[in-house]
Nanobody, 113 residues
Framework: QVRLVESGGGLVQPGGSLRLSCVAS????????MSWYRQAPGKERELVAS????????NYADSVKGRFTISGDNDKNTVYLQMNNLSPEDTAVYYC??????WGQGTQVTVSS
């Protein structure tokens, strides 16, 4: 059974940082592209960052380039999203995705003073 469990969300002030984690199980982690998406209230879910299975290709949404970093640890079956210099526009539920169809339950990130 595939499971993706996100953690690390919370409330942070503008300019602050958070690191999200997504622990995967039920499939061979290293063989799958891992992604982070987010969905803000009233908006569609959007891709934030992706990491190819071999780790050779990383992509970011323009809105997070230079502030967010995606990384993976094959030994821990975990993908991370380091988020720096957060702004209120980053407020959303953040979802981990494996491959093309497996999703986590999401973790809330709220950026507010």
């Amino acid at each position: 059974q595939v499971r993706l469990v996100e953690s690390g969300g919370g409330l942070v002030q503008p300019g602050g940082s958070l690191r999200l984690s997504c622990v995967a199980s039920g499939f061979t982690f290293r063989y799958y592209c891992m992604s982070w998406y987010r969905q803000a209230p009233g908006k569609e879910r959007e891709l934030v960052a992706s990491l190819s299975s071999a780790g050779g290709s990383i992509n970011y949404a323009d809105s997070v380039k230079g502030r967010f970093t995606i990384s993976g640890d094959n030994d821990k079956n975990t993908v991370y999203l380091q988020m720096n210099n957060l702004s209120p526009e980053d407020t959303a539920v953040y979802y981990c995705k494996a491959g093309i169809s497996w999703w986590g339950q999401g973790t809330q990130v709220t950026v507010s003073s």
